[in-house]
Protein backbone atom coordinates (compact mmCIF):
# COMPACT_ATOMS: atom_id res chain seq x y z
CA UNK A 1 0.00 0.00 0.00
CA UNK A 2 2.91 2.03 0.90
CA UNK A 3 4.59 1.70 -2.46
CA UNK A 4 1.25 2.13 -4.35
CA UNK A 5 1.04 5.74 -2.79
CA UNK A 6 4.56 7.08 -3.12
CA UNK A 7 4.26 5.75 -6.80
CA UNK A 8 1.39 7.64 -7.17
CA UNK A 9 2.55 10.50 -5.96
CA UNK A 10 5.92 10.27 -8.04
CA UNK A 11 3.95 10.05 -11.21
CA UNK A 12 1.34 13.64 -10.20
CA UNK A 13 4.42 15.08 -8.55
CA UNK A 14 6.81 14.48 -11.65
CA UNK A 15 5.02 13.83 -14.50
CA UNK A 16 4.27 17.69 -16.11
CA UNK A 17 8.24 18.04 -16.24
CA UNK A 18 8.63 15.16 -18.56
CA UNK A 19 5.51 16.53 -21.19
CA UNK A 20 6.64 17.58 -24.46
CA UNK A 21 4.41 20.87 -24.99
CA UNK A 22 0.81 21.53 -25.63
CA UNK A 23 -0.78 21.74 -28.96
CA UNK A 24 -2.51 24.81 -30.23
CA UNK A 25 -4.41 25.15 -33.14
CA UNK A 26 -2.61 27.21 -35.77
CA UNK A 27 -4.91 26.68 -38.86
CA UNK A 28 -6.06 24.73 -41.55
CA UNK A 29 -3.63 23.67 -44.64
CA UNK A 30 -4.68 22.53 -48.27
CA UNK A 31 -1.36 21.09 -49.63
CA UNK A 32 -0.86 20.38 -52.94
CA UNK A 33 2.99 20.43 -53.72
CA UNK A 34 6.05 19.57 -51.63
CA UNK A 35 6.00 21.57 -48.36
CA UNK A 36 7.87 21.11 -45.35
CA UNK A 37 6.50 21.00 -42.18
CA UNK A 38 7.97 24.66 -39.97
CA UNK A 39 9.96 24.05 -36.59
CA UNK A 40 7.89 24.89 -33.66
CA UNK A 41 4.88 23.08 -35.54
CA UNK A 42 3.23 19.57 -36.10
CA UNK A 43 0.67 18.79 -38.92
CA UNK A 44 -2.16 16.24 -38.53
CA UNK A 45 -3.21 14.93 -42.08
CA UNK A 46 -6.84 14.28 -42.03
CA UNK A 47 -7.84 13.34 -45.32
CA UNK A 48 -6.97 13.30 -49.02
CA UNK A 49 -8.79 14.87 -52.08
CA UNK A 50 -7.85 12.30 -55.46
CA UNK A 51 -8.75 13.46 -58.96
CA UNK A 52 -9.11 10.44 -60.56
CA UNK A 53 -10.08 11.17 -64.10
CA UNK A 54 -12.85 8.83 -66.19
CA UNK A 55 -13.51 8.31 -69.62
CA UNK A 56 -16.83 9.21 -71.35
CA UNK A 57 -17.84 5.54 -70.49
CA UNK A 58 -17.57 5.86 -66.09
CA UNK A 59 -14.19 3.78 -66.65
CA UNK A 60 -10.69 4.94 -64.75
CA UNK A 61 -8.04 6.78 -67.55
CA UNK A 62 -4.91 6.28 -67.31
CA UNK A 63 -3.94 10.20 -68.80
CA UNK A 64 -1.07 11.10 -67.51
CA UNK A 65 0.18 7.79 -65.44
CA UNK A 66 -2.96 8.97 -63.40
CA UNK A 67 -4.85 5.53 -62.59
CA UNK A 68 -5.96 3.78 -59.20
CA UNK A 69 -3.78 0.83 -60.46
CA UNK A 70 -0.72 2.72 -59.74
CA UNK A 71 0.59 2.74 -56.17
CA UNK A 72 2.58 5.62 -56.26
CA UNK A 73 -0.14 8.10 -58.37
CA UNK A 74 -2.96 7.59 -55.77
CA UNK A 75 -0.29 7.51 -52.46
CA UNK A 76 1.11 10.51 -50.67
CA UNK A 77 5.14 11.05 -50.06
CA UNK A 78 5.65 11.31 -46.41
CA UNK A 79 9.71 11.97 -46.02
CA UNK A 80 9.92 10.94 -49.87
CA UNK A 81 8.07 7.68 -49.22
CA UNK A 82 4.52 6.92 -50.95
CA UNK A 83 2.49 5.81 -48.17
CA UNK A 84 -1.26 4.51 -49.17
CA UNK A 85 -3.75 6.45 -47.38
CA UNK A 86 -7.27 5.58 -46.52
CA UNK A 87 -9.50 2.66 -44.89
CA UNK A 88 -8.96 -1.45 -45.17
CA UNK A 89 -7.68 -2.89 -48.25
CA UNK A 90 -8.41 -2.56 -51.57
CA UNK A 91 -8.21 -5.76 -54.45
CA UNK A 92 -7.38 -4.43 -57.43
CA UNK A 93 -6.30 -6.61 -60.68
CA UNK A 94 -4.53 -4.78 -63.95
CA UNK A 95 -3.75 -6.95 -66.87
CA UNK A 96 -2.23 -10.47 -65.61
CA UNK A 97 -1.78 -9.10 -62.08
CA UNK A 98 -3.38 -9.24 -59.17
CA UNK A 99 -2.36 -7.19 -55.52
CA UNK A 100 -4.18 -6.03 -52.73
CA UNK A 101 -3.17 -2.72 -51.69
CA UNK A 102 -2.79 -1.69 -47.56
CA UNK A 103 -4.01 1.55 -46.49
CA UNK A 104 -2.42 3.37 -43.52
CA UNK A 105 -5.25 4.66 -41.36
CA UNK A 106 -5.66 8.62 -40.90
CA UNK A 107 -5.23 10.93 -39.25
CA UNK A 108 -1.57 10.96 -39.73
CA UNK A 109 0.99 13.20 -37.67
CA UNK A 110 3.81 14.31 -38.92
CA UNK A 111 6.56 16.39 -37.02
CA UNK A 112 8.34 19.44 -38.07
CA UNK A 113 11.27 18.99 -40.75
CA UNK A 114 8.66 16.08 -42.41
CA UNK A 115 8.14 16.73 -46.31
CA UNK A 116 4.41 16.39 -47.68
CA UNK A 117 3.34 15.86 -51.32
CA UNK A 118 1.21 13.40 -53.34
CA UNK A 119 1.44 11.23 -56.04
CA UNK A 120 -0.05 12.09 -59.68
CA UNK A 121 -3.90 11.53 -58.96
CA UNK A 122 -3.87 13.80 -55.81
CA UNK A 123 -5.44 17.40 -55.78
CA UNK A 124 -5.41 18.29 -52.16
CA UNK A 125 -3.90 16.93 -48.70
CA UNK A 126 -6.22 18.47 -45.73
CA UNK A 127 -4.04 18.77 -42.95
CA UNK A 128 -4.58 20.42 -39.39
CA UNK A 129 -1.58 22.57 -38.27
CA UNK A 130 -0.76 22.67 -34.59
CA UNK A 131 2.01 25.21 -32.69
CA UNK A 132 3.99 23.35 -30.36
CA UNK A 133 3.74 25.47 -26.91
CA UNK A 134 6.29 24.42 -24.69
Known amino acids: MKFLFLFSFFLLWFTPFFA ?15 ETVPAGKVWKIESVIYNIPQTASGS ?13 STAIEIAGTPTKVGQGTQAASY ?23 GGVCLNKISVIEFNIIP
Do not use: D, M, R
Open 60 to 72: QSTNGGCSVFYYE
Open 20 to 34: QGNLQFNQVKLVSAL
Open 95 to 117: SSLSYTHSYTNLPIWIPAGTTLS
